[in-house]
Structure formats: structure tokens, C-alpha cells
């Protein structure tokens, strides 16, 4: 067997789903046409499976799996951003906030690798908490003389835990290119 057959036989799959460029196709049916044993495999390749066997029944059971986890994962991603847009506002004087949004930000990016999809899940839940605090008297009372002043703190208080959490998708990115590295 020579090159040219191991590369023929890794490609025939894919050759009987018609997934190949024209010029690989136009390569297969060359070769097939020259080579007794390539012929052979290929044509022994088209053996239907037996009946008892189900062709894709564990891939989709699989896919499924896979989706529920992820799905509940993504859950957890969810809660935990919320839990901590109301446990932690800039306004309570608590500073914890800086290293929850921080690792937040870090393991957000490290699951998704997507610093946009980790600054959302961490700046939506906080704005509308700290909109429904600030901005609206939903809690039973106002916090702030006028709506102006609610708006202001909103802003900045986004953007602090914004900027905390830019920081932690940062290392994030360090850690996957560190690991890259290795």
C-alpha cells in the first residue's frame, strides 16, 4: 500500500457522503480507477448496517447530554451573576464585590472564551439590580434625591464592576495563553 492508497482510504468516508472538493473527488475516482485493493475497500464500504443497529441513536443521545450540561451550566453562570449584582452594590460600602466580579469574569472567560459573553453576565444583572434600587421606588422607598442621581450611580457603579471584571477576563486570557504555551 502506498501513499496515495492511505490517503484515498482515510478520505472514502467522506467521499460516500459527498463532503469533498471536487478536485479530491476528481483525485478518489483516479485512483480508483487505477488501484485493484482501493476498489476493493471501497466497494466493501458500502456493506449496509444490520438491522439491530441503529445509525445515529447514540450521537443524538449524546448531543443531548452534552446540550443539558451545558444548559445547566450556563444556569449557573446566570445565578451566580445575578446573586451577586444583589449581594454586592458599590453603595453598601462592602468591597467584595471587586474579587467576586473579578474570578467571575475569569471563569466566565475561561468557559466561553468570549470576554463580550463574560462582561454581559456580569454588567445585565447588575444594571437592572441596581436600576430597581436606584432608579425606581419598586423596594419601597427611593434611595436618592432625584432620578438623575440614581442614574449617575447606576453608571458608575457599572462601570466599576465593569472595569473589575475586565480584569478578571484579562487573566482569564493569561491563564489559556499560558496554557497554550505549555
Known amino acids: 500500500m502506498n501513499k496515495d492508497c492511505a490517503i484515498l482510504q482515510d478520505l472514502l468516508p467522506l467521499y460516500e457522503e459527498k463532503l469533498l472538493h471536487p478536485e479530491t473527488e476528481d483525485f478518489i475516482e483516479e485512483h480508483l480507477k487505477s488501484c485493484?485493493?482501493?476498489?476493493h475497500i471501497a466497494k466493501?464500504?458500502?456493506i449496509p448496517l444490520p438491522a439491530e443497529v441503529k445509525p445515529?441513536?447514540?450521537s443524538k443521545k449524546m448531543?443531548?447530554?452534552i446540550t443539558l450540561r451545558l444548559t445547566t451550566i450556563q444556569i449557573f453562570f446566570v445565578t451566580?451573576?445575578?446573586v451577586l449584582a444583589l449581594g454586592t452594590t458599590v453603595m453598601n460600602n462592602s468591597s467584595g464585590f471587586i474579587l467576586s466580579y473579578t474570578?467571575?469574569?475569569?471563569v466566565t472567560y475561561l468557559f466561553y472564551r468570549s470576554a463580550l459573553f463574560a462582561v454581559l453576565l456580569a454588567v445585565v444583572p447588575t444594571f437592572i439590580w441596581n436600576c430597581l434600587i436606584y432608579m425606581t421606588h419598586s423596594l419601597g422607598k427611593f434611595y436618592t434625591e432625584s432620578f438623575s442621581d440614581g442614574v449617575l450611580i447606576v453608571l458608575v457603579s457599572l462601570s466599576m464592576y465593569l472595569v473589575f471584571t475586565i480584569i478578571g477576563v484579562f487573566i482569564g486570557y493569561c491563564i489559556l495563553k499560558i496554557k497554550e504555551e505549555n
Open 36 to 39: 485493484q485493493e482501493c476498489r
Open 56 to 58: 445515529g441513536e447514540p
Open 80 to 82: 451566580i451573576a445575578f
Open 63 to 65: 448531543i443531548q447530554k
Open 44 to 46: 466493501n464500504s458500502h
Open 103 to 106: 474570578i467571575l469574569g475569569a
